[in-house]
């Protein structure tokens, strides 16, 4: 990629990241690219959809979700390495305020721009929490999918400004349920 052409996505990245947070996923691609300071068809350029401007903005932190996976895997408490997994994808979820519903859809659509993104992320939160039913201290009738779907309705509770507040206390309620023994 051209030098010009990095510069101009990186900007529109940046500028993304903010706009979705600030609007939510569905924001004006016009003002993104307005606020970025480059015209429209440049962001089509790099973005050809919504969805794949999506897909890059939620890619790092899928990506970053999958690496700390890994690391947890290898945590002394696995029940504490699942609840501080399930912790980070809620936040990373809700920092793309409405972008859940983009995520939930393209889990089940290998077509989806953010589809690899996702399967990728939900396969990580699947190891920790299979280790820790293995260790006996998560119920073993949850399964991965439970799991994203807890995750995502956690994410989709703090998008909602009158249930916003409760998150935190959701978040816990949830994760005592999920474990047969409290986190250490």
Not at 78 to 98: D, I, P, Q
Not at 134 to 143: N, Q, S
């Amino acid at each position: 990629m051209r030098a010009d052409a990095r510069k101009n996505y990186e900007q529109l990245l940046a500028v993304a990241r903010d706009v979705v947070a600030e609007q939510g996923a569905d924001a004006s691609l016009r003002d993104i690219a307005r606020r970025a300071g480059v015209g429209l068809g440049t962001l089509y350029r790099h973005f050809p959809t919504r969805e794949a401007l999506l897909e890059a903005l939620l890619r790092t932190g899928f990506d970053d979700l999958a690496a700390q996976a890994a690391v947890l895997e290898q945590a002394d408490s696995s029940g504490e390495a699942l609840v501080t997994w399930l912790r980070e994808f809620v936040s990373c979820a809700h920092r793309f305020k409405g972008a859940i519903d983009s995520m939930v859809a393209a889990i089940e659509d290998p077509d989806s721009a953010l589809h690899a993104s996702c399967v990728g992320m939900k396969a990580a939160g699947a190891r920790l929490l299979t280790r820790a039913q293995a260790e006996g201290v998560a119920r073993t009738d949850v399964d991965p999918t439970d799991l994203y779907a807890l995750g995502g309705a956690l994410a989709w509770v703090g998008d909602q400004p009158a249930l916003a507040s409760r998150v935190d206390h959701l978040f816990g309620v949830i994760a005592e349920t999920l474990l047969t023994t409290p986190a250490r």
